[in-house]
């Protein structure tokens, strides 16, 4: 008996032995196996990750030649997209335009362009990002963002828009491009017509964009003109709306200079040189009825010659006269020194 006991307590204790190095094994591979997995999907992310800003990068780049191309002086630049070129991955596009259209209150329009946009695109997973409008754009299933601006400026009430658009035919095998012009940088507005002429008031200034890249465009309208903004997201269209002012700027002066260096006004002959003013709109023009023709200076001014001007003179810097019959009907302000012969006339 007790040998017995002792023997079945000896295969016990090797029982359990042999089962809890089992275990270990096991486990140990489950553990293997669970670093090994979510080690593989950080690689992955990070791979994705690196992908996506060097497309980006190299859009960029392409954004940079392209402009150089359409709106600069460059005839040809060559770029390379630094992501697979496969024709899957990289390719062209003519998805997308823009409309621009001016409502003018007196019932008047005018369609100043509408032109389809074109796009190179770089498509990674759920990932696009694309070159479009002279803009870098990224789009995810969250939505779309603005990687770099397009060539659009709003200030002062001057809306500037040069546009380069993708065309061209062929694959884009290994992400190689040469950028070409296909044709020559037409201007749009303002141009010889009568509807299509600088300054523009009382209108409205619309400015459409269809892209897959629509809710970008629209946010970079509304942080860089200030103007309204309104989606219209079943047709995948933002609209930016420009107001011009109701009335066209009131002329203040006659002659206006922002240079520094003197400004010489000189008389000859029999005639003398003068500035004035008059409002076309109640009168035709007369030198007797001419007046307020206000000069405007940074820098220093000299009249000669018996130059006269018919309003005030505002000057930075000093004024002089030559002769002694020279003429200010107007107001005198000056920021440096003065020096006026003894027949010159000041009015005011």
């Known amino acids: 008996m007790p040998s017995n006991e002792a023997s079945m307590t000896s295969s016990s204790r090797a029982q359990s032995e042999t089962l809890g190095i089992v275990l270990l094994l096991g486990l140990t591979i489950v553990g293997?196996?669970?670093?090994?997995?979510?080690?593989?999907?950080?690689?992955?992310?990070?791979?994705?990750?690196t992908d996506l800003d060097s497309a980006a990068q190299?859009?960029?780049?392409?954004?940079?030649?392209?402009s150089r191309v359409g709106i600069g002086s460059a005839n040809a630049q060559h770029a390379t997209l630094s992501v697979d070129g496969d024709e899957e991955t990289v390719r062209r596009t003519d998805g997308g335009w823009m409309r621009v259209h001016i409502n003018?209150?007196?019932g008047s329009d005018a369609?100043?362009?509408?032109?389809?946009?074109?796009?190179?695109?770089y498509e990674n997973g759920d990932t696009t990002i694309a070159y479009q409008g002279g803009g870098v754009w990224r789009r995810t299933d969250g939505g779309a963002t603005m990687v770099s601006p397009p060539e659009?400026?709003?200030?002062?009430?001057?809306?500037?828009?040069?546009?380069?658009?993708?065309?061209?035919?062929?694959?884009?095998?290994?992400?190689?491009?040469?950028l070409t012009k296909n044709g020559t940088a037409e201007p749009k507005y303002p141009v010889a017509n009568a509807s299509k002429r600088n300054p523009l008031s009382d209108a409205t200034v619309n400015v459409t964009v269809e892209s897959d890249y629509y809710r970008a465009w629209g946010q970079f309208f509304e942080q860089r003109t200030g103007g309204d903004v309104e989606y219209d997201h079943d047709a995948g269209t933002v609209t930016l709306t420009l107001v011009t002012p109701t009335n066209a700027p009131k002329i203040k002066q006659g002659l206006a200079s922002t240079?520094?260096?003197?400004?010489?006004?000189?008389?000859?002959?029999?005639?003398?040189?003068?500035?004035?003013?008059?409002?076309?709109?109640?009168?035709?023009?007369?030198?007797?009825n001419g007046t307020n023709g206000t000069v405007r200076t940074v820098g220093s001014v000299s009249l000669s010659g018996?130059?006269?001007?018919?309003?005030?003179?505002?000057?930075?810097?000093?004024?002089?006269?030559?002769?002694?019959?020279?003429?200010?009907?107007?107001?005198?302000?000056?920021?440096?020194?003065?020096?006026?012969?003894?027949?010159?006339?000041?009015?005011?």
């Open 259 to 288: 240079s520094p260096e003197e400004l010489v006004i000189e008389g000859g002959g029999k005639s003398s040189s003068f500035t004035d003013s008059y409002n076309s709109s109640k009168n035709p023009y007369s030198v007797e």
């Open 58 to 66: 190299a859009m960029a780049q392409l954004d940079s030649r392209a």
């Open 104 to 106: 003018r209150t007196n």
């Open 306 to 348: 018996g130059a006269e001007i018919r309003g005030d003179l505002v000057t930075g810097g000093g004024v002089v006269t030559m002769k002694n019959n020279e003429v200010i009907t107007g107001n005198l302000s000056y920021g440096g020194t003065k020096s006026l012969k003894k027949h010159a006339t000041v009015g005011g």
């Open 111 to 121: 369609v100043v362009m509408n032109q389809t946009l074109g796009a190179v695109v």
């Open 152 to 178: 659009v400026h709003y200030r002062d009430t001057t809306l500037t828009l040069p546009l380069v658009v993708v065309g061209g035919e062929g694959r884009l095998d290994g992400g190689h491009l040469e």
């Open 32 to 49: 293997t196996g669970l670093i090994v997995a979510f080690g593989s999907s950080s690689l992955d992310d990070s791979k994705h990750a």
